[in-house]
């Protein structure tokens, strides 16, 4: 079967360096295989090497973060992220960071076996995503409620995205931009929350909207905490996406519900 195997090793540590200043460093490898004989490779070998600097101080607080990523079968990538806080009053917050990414395709997407389903739905000559991002959000937060609201913008190179045979590809450049609007509180037993995204990504040299990416999504969380008991609900509405063949796919809207029930109680 396609049974992919995990095996992760990872070490942190971070140092005090005194006046709000902190600094962190972290390894890890991850080795992934597959008995899978079906796939032309079988085993990625990927070591990570992390590095950062944390400041807090009264004003807010400052962050710099550098990765190394080393894959057996696509080579090395370094990415960073530089990011801040600032705290213009008691209860409000600026943010922003600024990043860059590496990301290699899964061996699923590389080398996974459909063909006892007649059709094919790899493609061995992927290569990893890369992104740049950055963003910017007003926060507004007490000891039980937040409310952030999020500019965002995003370039993309090779990003994975199915083609109309659901056969994984690298698109050459997409940009995307947007607004993102989160909340939570806790009333009493009631948790609520609700995010709103609107987008708009399109490829970045012809100006063309991107296939299956919708311009609107939200989403609503209600969970009540009754003791052993919890109940609760959440709705995800996803906008309309253009297709292939000029097809635009409508929107729909998903209903949850969920409880559990916490027998340590007894």
């Avoid at 085993?43 to 004003?59: I, K, N, Q, Y």
């Avoid at 399109?202 to 100006?207: E, M």
Wanted: net charge positive; charged share 20%; hydrophobic share 40%.
């Amino acid at each position: 079967g396609n049974v992919l195997h995990n095996r992760a090793f990872a070490l942190d540590a971070d140092a005090a360096l005194g006046a709000g200043w902190t600094a962190v460093l972290g390894v890890e490898r991850l080795d992934q295989s597959t008995e899978n004989l079906t796939y032309l490779r079988t085993r990625r070998e990927t070591d990570v090497l992390r590095a950062g600097v944390h400041h807090d101080a009264a004003w807010g607080s400052v962050q710099a973060n550098l990765r190394r990523d080393k894959t057996s079968d696509f080579g090395g990538a370094t990415s960073a992220l530089l990011g801040g806080t600032w705290r213009l009053a008691p209860a409000w917050s600026a943010i922003a960071s600024v990043a860059n990414s590496f990301t290699p395709p899964t061996l699923d997407f590389l080398f996974f076996d459909c063909s006892p389903f007649g059709f094919a739905c790899n493609n061995p000559n992927l290569r990893p995503e890369k992104s740049r991002n950055a963003d910017l959000a007003l926060q507004w937060a007490d000891a039980g409620s937040l409310v952030r609201a999020t500019a965002f913008t995003a370039r993309y190179r090779d990003k994975i995205a199915s083609d109309a045979n659901f056969v994984p590809q690298n698109l050459a450049r997409l940009k995307n931009r947007g607004l993102e609007v989160a909340a939570r509180t806790q009333l009493g037993a009631w948790a609520l929350a609700g995010e709103l995204t609107l987008q708009n990504m399109v490829d970045a040299d012809t100006g063309a909207r991107a296939l299956r990416r919708p311009r609107q999504q939200f989403a609503l969380r209600a969970y009540h905490d009754a003791g052993p008991l919890g109940t609760g609900v959440a709705l995800r509405s996803i906008g309309a996406r253009p297709d292939f063949g000029n097809v635009m796919l409508p929107s729909y809207t998903l209903v949850d519900l969920s409880t559990g029930f916490d027998t340590s109680t007894f």
